[in-house]
């Protein structure tokens, strides 16, 4: 049998069989059983989607299994949870943060010019140990009495007082700037240290082109205005942010947690795990160690609870929207969906899901760098023959991987509690997510994803119709997966070994 | 020739004690430690701190064990399982659900005697463990099945997820009368001769011994010639096959003699604890195993034992020094080993020893040049 009719046949017989388990389940379960079950079970598919997206296009690129994955995608919810009710910690870290990068970021444009200076050789080496202790001295004398804690410590109010009266009677006060002044400016100091201890002063087997300084020098400058303005606005800008419409300030929460998941992420990549990529094997491990450090540092700032974070004002009026529109209008927390009552936040998490899918598609297929990536998981040898600066394209996958998971981490925030543990779970199944869809195939992550959900929502509920065990649930996503393997060993879309 | 021959086995037998030594006077040291710790303190062999720290030691010979096992798999045979701890936790289970279910009724109505001796304690033990070893070897079978097909992250995977169903079928409520689901299983009668609070001292030779026979099997397993092909399997895979050894055969013994020690192991934490829990099967008894390895050093069997002591003291003392956020403490320490230790305590002092006995040995012959040349200058 030629192979595009053997394709056509396996892809006609998967769509029937398909369409005949909906329809069977649709018969046996009834309509309005059926629908709420299938919505809950697309929530929780969007849900592992925006897990495993990440999760599968780092491993698909770099081999990485991120263990840190389901700790990323808590500290989203805690980031983007914390712009929404507690600013305060936010915009108080910010200018340290700014600074110290802004410094770092110096080093590819001082780099060119300390590779040339003429230094005998014993400075060559003791150089830059010295800049590093000088660095980590003032990194330690700008943290000094720095209350961070108590910036954190904010949150534990806002959480059990309601935000529907003054939402200003939570503000704590942070530093007055004739205090605070210092500290980004010694962070500064520390981080150009660092740019110059780490561009190996006097060198000359560091190859580093004169060329482009300016186009170079455009991020630290960017960060040093944003440093300023941050020191600046620091105390005002939280006041402003909770004047804010509830749902203006969702919306910066969720940019908050993106933008501070692609960072971190890229962070991470450059100094955590570039350096083990000549032993694999280590960076399971590594990234293991990450997500123990990260979930601590989260309980040490914020406490081992459960916090539950308030939903925006589009989905928290009380009462049913009969349609989309009123829903809209009114911002009811269910609406109406052929008889059956259902939550509106679940639908925009769903809405949300199926979003990240057609951005990840629009970058995969339409843009230069979703080609590379795509050629990369393909056969990574062969695009760094062909020139390309496969260190970087690694950078932005980690990068952009850890901001899918934050991204999810915060859209799931408002309907689970938010606690140290959150991603854990998540984590496991995402996972299984992309097993089920094939490494490196965010298609498969997609369907993966919305297998396992409609597994785990059907198998609730033929649980409690059939009064079976509640194992069965979670057992369904172990028996899809040993199935599905059994089948096709490398997953449903993945490449053949 | 034949002295010179001599000399060498004689060199050879005196190295080999070498290695061996500071674990002679270690297991010295650890057999001697309740007597001498009840006399210096003064308490009685049963009671106070000589108590206490004779259960920290048992604590520390059990998860020595279990970590070994994870490096028989981990560095000698290249398998990077998640799912270890189901073979742990499979081990627990089993002893506690026979001795807590089965046993008693069996004991109630029958008796074996030798002659006037009651033997049917014994007998009945020796038959629980017979059958956590056949429950051993079925689990490492299990995942050794899975390990066929897959490779790699996939393999990785989905011990994971054959760890977690194990997970979940000892925390199904269906089987609350068996298994006590999330609660587990506490209360197992153990024989009196072996209750932890009565008899702890017996428990700590029966576990320090444990340690032992179990530290000499792996031992002589790895440096046996299947040992040999285990490693060679971690090393490449494909040159293995094509000198002729099969190496899902290979990889099948590794699991199954690693899932059995690993389930002794566990049966010996039932009894310590006498309950079993589901924490026994779950993930985080997996990542602990890999953390003792990992700090330890893989590859060496003496590196898991160093790492499960210092994991022991880790979490003794650093609640203390640290209060309630100590992981974090340990992460950090982690991530800087992992960064700048990646072959673990012992596998980095081998690999300087070596470094540092030239360094020795060049300072001696310069300490020897300068006395010739005095000399010579005195001539």
């Known amino acids: 049998m030629k192979p595009k009719r053997k394709k056509l046949i396996t892809t006609l017989l998967v769509a029937v069989a398909v369409i005949a388990v909906i329809a069977g389940l649709y018969l046996y379960a009834g309509k309005e059983p059926f629908i709420r079950t299938t919505l809950s079970g697309l929530t929780l598919g969007s849900l592992f989607f925006m897990v495993a997206a990440g999760l599968s296009l780092i491993f698909g690129l770099m081999d990485v299994l991120n263990f840190a994955h389901g700790a990323l995608f808590m500290l989203g919810a805690y980031m983007g949870w914390q712009l929404y009710t507690n600013p305060t910690f936010i915009f108080g870290m910010l200018p340290t943060v700014t600074a110290f990068t802004c410094g770092v970021l110096v080093s590819p444009v001082i780099k060119p010019f300390l590779i040339r200076w003429e230094l005998p050789e014993q400075w060559q080496k003791t150089l830059p140990k010295i800049a590093y202790v000088l660095a980590i001295v003032l990194l330690i004398l700008a943290f000094l009495n720095f209350n961070i804690m108590e910036l954190a410590s904010t949150a534990m109010v806002a959480a059990t007082t309601t935000m529907v009266g003054n939402p200003l009677a939570e503000i704590t006060p942070q530093e007055p700037l004739a205090q605070f002044w210092y500290r980004p400016v010694l962070l500064i100091i520390s981080g150009l240290l660092v740019a110059f201890a780490s561009s190996k002063p006097g060198v000359k087997t560091e190859f580093a082109p004169k060329e482009d300084l300016l186009k170079k020098a455009v991020p630290s400058i960017l960060l040093f205005a944003l440093t300023i303005i941050a020191t600046l606005f620091r105390e005002s800008a939280p006041i402003a942010i909770l004047l804010m419409n509830g749902n203006l300030r969702f919306l910066i929460a969720i940019f908050v947690a993106v933008a501070f998941g692609f960072m971190f992420g890229a962070l991470i990549e450059i100094t955590l795990i570039r350096p083990l990529y000549v032993r694999p094997f280590f960076i399971v491990l590594m990234t293991l160690g990450l997500s123990f450090v990260i979930r601590e540092l989260v309980q040490l700032l914020w406490d081992p609870l459960a916090y539950q974070m308030v939903r925006p004002p589009l989905f928290a009026q009380s009462g049913k929207a009969a349609s989309l529109l009123e829903w809209l209008q009114n911002g009811n927390a269910t609406i109406n969906i052929s008889g059956v009552t259902f939550p509106t936040y679940r639908l925009f998490v769903i809405l949300l899901g199926f979003l990240m899918f057609v951005i990840v598609t629009i970058i995969m297929t339409k843009s230069r760098l979703g080609m590379i990536i795509r050629a990369g998981v393909q056969d990574p040898q062969m695009v760094e023959a062909l020139g390309i600066n496969v260190k970087r394209v690694f950078t932005f996958v980690f990068a952009f991987g850890v901001a899918l998971a934050t991204l999810g981490g915060i859209g799931a925030g408002p309907f689970l509690p938010i606690q140290p543990l959150m991603g854990d779970q998540f984590q496991m199944l995402g996972f299984i997510t992309v097993v089920i869809g094939g490494m490196g195939s965010y298609v498969g992550a997609f369907v993966g994803a919305i297998i396992l959900g409609m597994g785990r929502a059907f198998g609730d509920y033929f649980a409690l119709k059939l009064s079976l065990s509640p194992a069965v649930s979670e057992a369904s996503t172990v028996i899809i997966m040993v199935i599905v393997l059994l089948i096709k060993p490398q997953g449903l879309f993945g490449k053949k070994e | ?379």
């Open chain 2, 1 to 379: 020739m034949v002295n010179r021959r001599d000399a060498i086995k004689k060199n050879k037998l005196v190295s080999s004690m070498k290695g061996e030594g500071t674990l002679l006077v270690l297991l010295v040291v650890l057999i001697l430690f309740p007597f001498v710790m009840s006399f210096i303190t003064g308490t009685g062999m049963n009671e106070g701190v000589t108590k206490f720290w004779q259960g920290q030691l048992i604590i520390f010979f059990i998860m020595a064990v279990f970590a070994m096992s994870y490096d028989l798999l981990m560095g000698f045979g290249g398998i990077l399982s998640f799912g270890h701890a189901a073979s742990f936790g499979g081990g627990a289970y089993t002893f506690a659900l026979l001795m807590k279910h089965v046993v008693p009724p069996i004991t109630h109505n029958y008796r074996i005697t030798i002659g006037s001796v009651n033997i049917t304690d014994a007998i009945v033990l020796i038959v629980v463990f017979l059958v956590v070893l056949l429950v051993s070897i079925l689990i490492g079978l299990l995942f050794a099945a899975t390990s066929i097909r897959l490779k790699g992250a996939y393999f990785a995977m989905l011990t994971l997820a054959l760890g977690s169903a194990m997970h979940m079928l000892v925390k199904a409520t269906d089987f609350h009368k068996w298994t006590g689901a999330d609660e587990g299983l506490h209360g197992v009668p153990v024989p009196v001769w072996l209750n932890p609070t009565q008899n702890r001292l017996t428990v700590y030779f029966v576990s320090l011994a444990f340690l032992i026979i179990c530290y000499l099997l792996m031992k002589r397993m790895v440096n046996s010639p299947t040992g040999r092909v285990i490693i060679a399997n971690r090393e490449n895979e494909d040159r293995m096959r094509m000198i002729g050894y099969n190496p899902v055969t290979y990889r099948t013994i590794a699991f199954v003699s690693a899932s059995i020690f690993a389930g002794f192991a566990g049966a010996l934490y039932s009894i310590w604890n006498t309950s079993a829990t589901p924490t026994m099967v779950s993930a985080v008894m997996t990542v602990n195993a890999l953390i003792i390895t990992i700090l330890g050093g893989m590859g060496t069997l003496v590196g898991a034992i160093l790492g499960a002591a210092i994991m022991q003291v880790i979490s003794q003392f650093f609640y203390t020094w640290f209060g309630a956020r100590w992981p974090l403490v340990f992460g950090v320490l982690f991530i800087l080993i992992v960064m700048f230790l990646p072959y673990g305590i012992i596998g980095t002092w081998r690999m300087k020893k070596h470094d540092l006995k030239q360094f020795f040995e060049q300072g001696k012959r310069i300490i020897a040049q300068k006395k010739t040349l005095n000399q010579e200058e005195e001539a």
